[in-house]
């Protein structure tokens, strides 16, 4: 049981580079969540889904898609990097509703 | 509206003495609190959560928090700081039956021998 994973770990692009994080988890959760966490800032909720083909936007959903085909993915993507997307991104997933969220272990993106 | 707000930034102990991190909230409902960890270069792990029920609520690793409504707080415990303990740690406050969640900015616990 391997819980959420993510890839990749770490990931350097330039500006204007688009690029896709996978999140997968074998939980059989119908929530996931996509986080970014910035220094001093917590994390901040980018976009969520409530199940699989169903995604909705959080707080900060600009310059960001994402896609839900299977329940057990979901892929944030960026189309135009920006160096404002330089950030730790974080995976979760939950059973039912957003407690009890369980987390990957994130994602490290610079964009030059 | 919602907010959260950690008191400290950093928060240092030695070793076997008590930890006290501190987290008020805003809410104009009755929230849900949660307390998370991350230890360096890991994801979130809940340690606890307050969803209306008992005041007083215990979580893994011997960790504790109250909820205090009159002082809209919800301090995080612990009677005897193990290094293990060294991480991050953040208070997160989600409007209870909604779905819009906050963390607050965290605080850094370090542990000396």
């Known amino acids: 049981n391997a819980g959420v994973t993510q890839t990749p770990k770490f990931r350097v692009l330039k500006t204007g580079q688009s690029m896709t994080l996978l999140c997968a988890q074998d939980?059989?959760?119908?929530?996931m969540y996509w986080y970014r966490q910035d220094p001093g800032m917590g994390l901040r909720l980018i976009h969520y889904s409530v199940g699989e083909g169903t995604t909705a936007k959080g707080e900060v959903p600009d310059g960001y898609n994402v896609s839900r085909l299977k329940k057990q993915n979901f892929l944030l993507g960026l189309e135009s990097a920006a160096p404002s997307q330089t950030s730790v991104y974080f995976c979760?997933?939950?059973?039912?509703?957003?407690?009890?969220?369980?987390f990957g272990p994130g994602t490290r993106l610079t964009v030059l | 509206a919602q907010s959260v707000t950690q008191l400290d930034s950093h928060v240092s102990v030695s070793e076997g003495t008590p930890v006290l991190l501190r987290c008020n909230y805003s809410s104009s409902y009755s929230p849900s609190l949660f307390w998370y960890v991350q230890h360096p270069n890991k994801g979130l792990q809940l340690l606890l959560k307050?969803?209306?029920?008992?005041?007083l609520v215990k979580g893994i690793n011997g960790f504790e928090a109250e909820f205090k409504k009159s002082e809209t707080s919800f301090h995080l415990t612990k009677p005897s700081a193990h290094m293990s303990d060294a991480a991050e740690y953040f208070c997160v406050v989600r409007l209870t039956g909604g779905f819009k969640t906050i963390f607050g900015a965290g605080t850094r616990l370090f542990v000396k021998a």
């Open positions: 307050y969803t209306s029920a008992a005041t």
């Open positions: 939980m059989n959760h119908e929530y």
């Open positions: 979760a997933s939950s059973f039912t509703g957003p407690d009890t969220q369980y």
